[in-house]
């Protein structure tokens, strides 16, 4: 067996992977988005981020189910969003996590509200 064949292989599953991770989250459904921390650590620049007026405008324009939680969450409004924590387990936090209709994507919190914003409304309807 050639030596080029694995190496083919692993370079499929790798575009694979990333164009999974590139795609949409498909359906009409409303998008939910958590930002999964660990409170503790949070710095004022994460703190900005989700108070932010462009995050915010985003949220209500695109009518996003927007929250933060911290990772050790408890109580009785948990289970709406274990999903989240469930997703983002093996993250670093902060860690946004987006669902709609099931089908639910990890990505890491973007470093600026603007960024944060667009990427929110790369997965939002109009």
């Known amino acids: 067996m050639s030596k080029r064949i694995p190496v083919i292989i692993v370079a499929l599953f790798v575009l694979g992977v990333a164009m999974h991770h590139a795609g949409g989250l498909a359906g009409h ?4 988005a958590v930002v999964v921390e ?7 620049a994460q703190g ?10 985003t949220v209500a324009d695109r009518h996003i189910a927007w929250r ?4 050790a969450a408890s109580g009785p409004d948990l289970g709406k969003v274990q999903w989240a924590i469930d997703a983002a387990k093996y993250s670093l936090k902060p860690t946004l996590v987006l669902k709609r209709d099931g089908e639910a994507k990890v990505f890491s919190l973007p470093a600026t509200p603007v960024a ?10 109009n």
């Open 48 to 57: 900005a981020i989700y108070t932010s007026a462009a995050v915010l405008k």
């Open 38 to 44: 660990d409170s503790a650590k949070r710095t004022a």
């Open 68 to 71: 933060v939680i911290d990772q």
């Open 116 to 125: 944060t914003a667009a990427l929110l409304s790369r997965f939002s309807p």
């Open 29 to 32: 459904g409303q998008l939910s």
